[in-house]
């Protein structure tokens, strides 16, 4: 008499990825095509898993990003996923795979002025502090469009010779454009042109009539 013994089932092995890295801000984009080996000879049959929480999703054999999700350079360069491979018999095996990120040269972000008044009558005055964020931490360089403005370094000022008046109702806007060299970011600003108390003006036309005092008397004449 003879005993039939079945070979046992084993899990799949070699977890495999086509393509291991995502270029950073990449909404859902694909990664590569996951593979296995089935030591029973099924490798169609394997199927592949990753946790529910994670931003990965697989798709049939596709690994990618969920709709929404992107990754970011700067913040994680690489990531370390878990697959796990099940095969037609229910066995299955799990591999860690390491995704990496690529860096993108990003524009620079956060283009901000830490004040954006300038009493009016002031030539050439000083308005606030530009500042910037290159997610590259790269070198920055500010420029300004309206000839009314300048910069030196990350100083926003009034223009050599230039003053503003607030007697005067049209807005003042100044567009200030930041570099890393290959990327710009542009922001206008609203300057706000500070009232001064000025001393009193005739008109244009207007002259003081002849006043005739009696110095002997001490009498004051305000004009």
Do not use: W
């Not at 009558?121 to 420029?143: C, K, M, Q, R, Y």
């Not at 049209?170 to 000025?198: A, K, R, Y």
């Not at 003006?201 to 207007?206: K, N, P, R």
């Amino acid at each position: 008499m003879f005993t039939r013994v079945d070979a046992p089932n084993n899990a799949p092995q070699t977890i495999a990825l086509s393509a291991s890295s995502v270029v950073e801000n990449d909404d859902g984009a694909t990664i590569g095509t996951l593979s296995a080996v089935d030591p029973d000879g099924d490798d169609a049959a394997i199927t592949f898993e990753i946790d529910a929480a994670s931003p990965f999703e697989i798709v049939g054999t596709t690994l990618k990003l969920k709709d929404g999700q992107a990754l970011d350079f700067e913040v994680t360069p690489s990531v370390d996923i878990e697959i796990t491979a099940t095969d037609a018999d229910n066995a299955s095996s799990i591999a860690t795979l390491t995704i990496t990120v690529a860096d993108v040269d990003e524009a620079p972000e956060a283009l901000g002025l830490d004040n954006a008044s300038v009493d009016e009558n002031a030539v050439g005055a000083v308005i606030g502090t530009l500042s910037a964020v290159d997610p590259e931490s790269g070198a920055l360089t500010f420029t300004v469009t309206d000839a009314r403005f300048a910069v030196d370094g990350t100083t926003l000022r009034l223009a050599d010779g230039v003053t503003l008046d607030a007697e005067d109702p049209t807005p003042v806007t100044g567009e200030v454009s930041v570099s890393d060299g290959t990327n710009t970011t542009m922001q206008t600003f609203d300057i706000t042109v500070n009232d001064v108390n000025e001393a009193p003006t005739l008109a244009d036309g207007v002259a003081l009539a002849d006043v005739n005092t009696d110095f002997a008397t001490e009498a004051r004449v305000d004009l």
